[in-house]
Every structure is written in C-alpha cells, then in structure tokens.
C-alpha cells in the first residue's frame, strides 16, 4: 500500500491511498498520523478504498508530506558517509560507531513536501542536500529489540535531510549537537510506502534500492540502502532504549555514501561544484519509494542579535 498527503481540490490537506494512477481520498480531516494510530493500516485502506471521500488523479497533484511526524530521529547508519567527511568535518570515526548508532532529534516543524521550494537557510553559504531513507513507526513500544523492531515499522519513506554546513561546523564545535545548521527544512515523499511492499527487496541490513541525485541534471549521488552499516532494526531498538516510541515516529537512516555535496567538496576540494545556491534543482530518489524534486530560493536575511551577555 501506498498513501499520501495531498491538497484537495475542496480546498483540505487529505491522506489518499493510492490506487494505479489515481488517489483514493480519506474523510476529510483525517491525517496519516489518525491511521497510524488505528494500529492496522490495511483495515484503513480497505475502508478508504470501499467508500473514498473523493478520487483525484495522481499526476498533478499537489503533494504535501505523507505526514507530520510526532517526532523525528536521524541517525548514523552510513559510516562511509562518516569516513568520507571526516576531514573537514573532524568527525571521526572510533569503536564508539560501532557500538552503537548515534542520533539527533531534528525539527518536526520545519518538515516540507516532496516538491516545496526550499530556501537557503539565514545566514548559510554552504548549503546542502543529504539523501536518506526513513522508518514510520506504526506501532508503539519501548525498550523493543531489535529482532521485534522491525513489526513495529508501518512503513518507509524518503528523507532530506536540508543541512548549513558552515552554520553546522561551527555550532558543534561547542560540543553540542546541529542546531541552526539542520533547522530550516526536512522533506519526507513523496509517499509512505508500507513495509509489506520492501520485503521482497530485504538485502544484509537494509534493502537492495538503489539512492540517486542529481542537481541542475548533474548526477552527483549514487548509492545503495543496503549498504547501512546499521538497521532500522538496531536503530529502533536504540531509540527505545528507556523511552517510549509511538505512531507517528519517524527514523532517519543516516546519509548513503556519496549522498551529499559535504562528501564530494571533502574527498576533492578542487575538484567540488560548489554548493547549493539559488535557482538550482535537487532530485532525490529512491528505488520502490519514489522521488523528490525541490528548487532552491533566496532565504530571508539575518536579524541581528544583541552584543555581549
């Protein structure tokens, strides 16, 4: 199963189930996050698809994030996107990744649909893309492990993760994790796709789908998901560990090797592009969860704060 969020043509936000090559509408007022919470996505879709509130087709449609997580959590599964940064980014690598998969909580109010323009952060020069992909949990628990971990995934989507590279150097030098520098934006698209549907694709610790990028047509990423160093099964149960997960949750993979302009300007600094700015186009994809395509706009200038303490 495949569902949506999209904008009406009565004018609402609606979940939609896709159906072929149109968009079965939920009753108005519904969110993704309400079917999650049922517990049982496939008595959701069923009742969608007998008695649909509206059918739109799907090409054209206005699509918006397939939902608004509760919270969002993006993690390091990738340690060769690590290595390959690791220089100027001075984030190394020690036996601590491979202890366990460490993570951020990013801002659920800054998350965007799969075609939104995205402007440059405040203040950033260095701004950049990340291609990963995301676990919703559909089922609540904690303390889970991780050989229970994967039934309590609904189902997966596309990540980007929008990231200030300059903002983000800077305020970890402090010792604290990305603030300002991965504040402005997170896409999730185009739809969540159910878990039922990658199973076929199970490969090592992920799934055999292929990750591509490309900026102004230019391919710029290629990668793998099932070269994750670390699984959404491991990654679940870390995140549980001492606390609750509820419907809704959404789990960042990390960034695949290769997945974003940092790697490239690190590996071969005469070589780069140069950085988003402007005027360009990012298209992300994911084999079996569809794609992604933003157009960078000029961001809003930066207020000043006050001097001293």
Same mark, same amino acid.
């Given at each position: 199963m495949r569902f949506v969020t999209y904008a009406s043509p009565a004018g609402d936000d609606r979940v939609g189930l896709v159906s072929g090559d149109v968009v079965l509408g939920?009753?108005?007022? !519904?969110?993704?996050?309400?079917?999650?919470?049922?517990?049982?996505?496939?008595?959701?879709?069923?009742?969608?698809?007998?008695?649909?509130?509206?059918?739109?087709?799907?090409?054209?449609?206005? =699509?918006?994030?397939? =939902?608004?997580?509760?919270?969002?959590?993006?993690?390091?599964?990738?340690?060769?996107?690590?290595?390959?940064?690791?220089?100027?980014?001075?984030?190394? !690598?020690?036996?601590?990744?491979?202890?366990?998969?460490?993570?951020?909580?990013?801002?659920?109010?800054? !998350?965007?649909?799969?075609?939104?323009?995205?402007?440059?952060?405040?203040?950033?020069?260095?701004?950049?893309?990340?291609?990963?992909?995301?676990?919703?949990?559909?089922?609540?628990?904690?303390?889970?492990?991780?050989?229970?971990?994967?039934?309590?995934?609904?189902?997966?989507?596309?990540l980007c993760d929008w990231s200030g590279r300059d903002l983000q150097i800077d305020e970890m030098a402090l010792g604290l994790g990305p603030a300002k520098g991965k504040d402005s934006a997170n896409t999730l698209g185009p739809m969540l796709v159910t878990a039922d549907e990658l199973e076929p694709h199970r490969h090592g610790r992920g799934f055999t789908a292929a990750m591509t990028g490309t900026v102004n047509g230019e391919a710029v990423s290629a990668g793998s998901w099932d070269d994750v160093d670390w699984g959404f099964d491991d990654m679940i149960a870390y995140a549980s560990r001492g606390t609750r997960l509820r419907p809704g949750d959404v789990i960042g993979s990390g960034t695949v090797p290769s997945g974003c302009l940092f790697e490239h300007f690190a590996l071969d600094p005469e070589n780069f592009r140069g950085w988003l700015v402007p005027g360009d186009e990012v298209r992300l994809s994911v084999e079996h969860l569809g794609g992604i395509r933003h157009r960078i706009v000029e961001g809003r200038p930066v207020p000043p704060l006050s001097s001293g303490y």
């Amino acid at each position: 199963m495949r569902f949506v969020t999209y904008a009406s043509p009565a004018g609402d936000d609606r979940v939609g189930l896709v159906s072929g090559d149109v968009v079965l509408g939920a009753d108005p007022g !519904v969110t993704m996050v309400d079917l999650l919470d049922t517990g049982d996505l496939a008595a959701a879709a069923a009742t969608i698809g007998t008695a649909p509130s509206e059918t739109v087709a799907l090409e054209g449609l206005t =699509l918006r994030a397939p =939902l608004q997580p509760r919270s969002l959590r993006d993690f390091v599964g990738f340690l060769q996107h690590l290595r390959n940064c690791s220089g100027p980014a001075n984030m190394t !690598v020690d036996e601590r990744h491979e202890r366990y998969p460490p993570f951020y909580f990013s801002n659920v109010a800054a !998350v965007i649909g799969p075609h939104d323009d995205v402007p440059v952060p405040p203040g950033c020069e260095r701004f950049d893309y990340e291609l990963e992909v995301a676990a919703v949990i559909g089922k609540a628990g904690a303390d889970i492990a991780p050989a229970d971990a994967w039934d309590h995934i609904a189902g997966y989507t596309l990540l980007c993760d929008w990231s200030g590279r300059d903002l983000q150097i800077d305020e970890m030098a402090l010792g604290l994790g990305p603030a300002k520098g991965k504040d402005s934006a997170n896409t999730l698209g185009p739809m969540l796709v159910t878990a039922d549907e990658l199973e076929p694709h199970r490969h090592g610790r992920g799934f055999t789908a292929a990750m591509t990028g490309t900026v102004n047509g230019e391919a710029v990423s290629a990668g793998s998901w099932d070269d994750v160093d670390w699984g959404f099964d491991d990654m679940i149960a870390y995140a549980s560990r001492g606390t609750r997960l509820r419907p809704g949750d959404v789990i960042g993979s990390g960034t695949v090797p290769s997945g974003c302009l940092f790697e490239h300007f690190a590996l071969d600094p005469e070589n780069f592009r140069g950085w988003l700015v402007p005027g360009d186009e990012v298209r992300l994809s994911v084999e079996h969860l569809g794609g992604i395509r933003h157009r960078i706009v000029e961001g809003r200038p930066v207020p000043p704060l006050s001097s001293g303490y």
